[in-house]
């Protein structure tokens, strides 16, 4: 599997099974976030946690993919996609995407805002790959991310919603939540090629992607 990150909470994961290449695109964004997308993204499956300019811009992702944007249980082409609704402070509604593919849990929280709830939890069992938002202002800060962190125990995270120089809205750095961390074992990277053999088995690594 092969995971870049497109800045905010998107994501471009590419995964292999019987049924061929998949790829998923998650929380496609507008242009008035202060990025751009990629021109040329295409994909099978476009997962929108919340419906806000900052991850609902589907109609940039060519391809026909299958859109995913309630909570429930999906599969397509072998990728099994649990959406798991969390309402946040402010009221929206926030979907926490569990994917399951070449025999990995991944999770992204979207755009979380609390620590998770018990029944969150249940349902974010043995996740090896945790994606999640860690700049504050209106996400999970620094130290909130952490907290959640620990809540989940993954074997790898990758922190999303941060800073990045061309973002209107301010966040906090990549640095800020390694100090929440403390230990922090970070490898920086402009994608995450990855197979369940590669997975740490003791201590977790935290893998900050380049935008």
């Known amino acids: 599997m092969q995971i870049s990150w497109l800045g905010l909470s998107a994501f471009e994961m590419t995964t292999k099974n019987a049924s061929g290449e998949v790829v998923l695109v998650t929380d496609p964004y507008d242009g008035q976030t202060g990025l751009r997308l990629p021109r040329t993204l295409e994909a099978q499956m476009t997962l929108v946690s919340h419906d806000e300019p900052d991850a609902n811009n589907v109609s940039a992702i060519t391809g026909s993919p299958h859109i995913i944007d309630i909570p429930g249980e999906f599969e397509i082409r072998g990728v099994f996609v649990f959406g798991i609704g969390a309402t946040l402070k402010r009221g929206i509604l926030n979907i926490i995407y569990r994917i399951e593919t070449e025999g990995m849990h991944l999770a992204h929280l979207g755009a979380l805002d609390r620590e998770l709830t018990d029944e969150e939890l249940k349902r974010l069992s043995n996740i090896d790959i945790l994606m999640v938002p860690v700049g504050g202002a209106g996400v999970l800060s620094p130290s909130s991310a952490a907290e ?64």
Do not use: W
Request: with cysteine.
């Open 148 to 211: 959640v962190i620990a809540q989940v125990e993954p074997r790898v995270v990758i922190p999303m919603t941060h800073h990045l120089p061309s973002l209107k809205t301010r966040y906090e750095t990549v640095d800020a939540f390694c100090k929440q961390m403390g230990v922090c074992r970070k490898e920086d990277m402009n994608k995450y090629k990855v197979t369940r053999k590669d997975l740490p088995e003791e201590d977790m690594l935290i893998v900050n992607l380049t935008h």
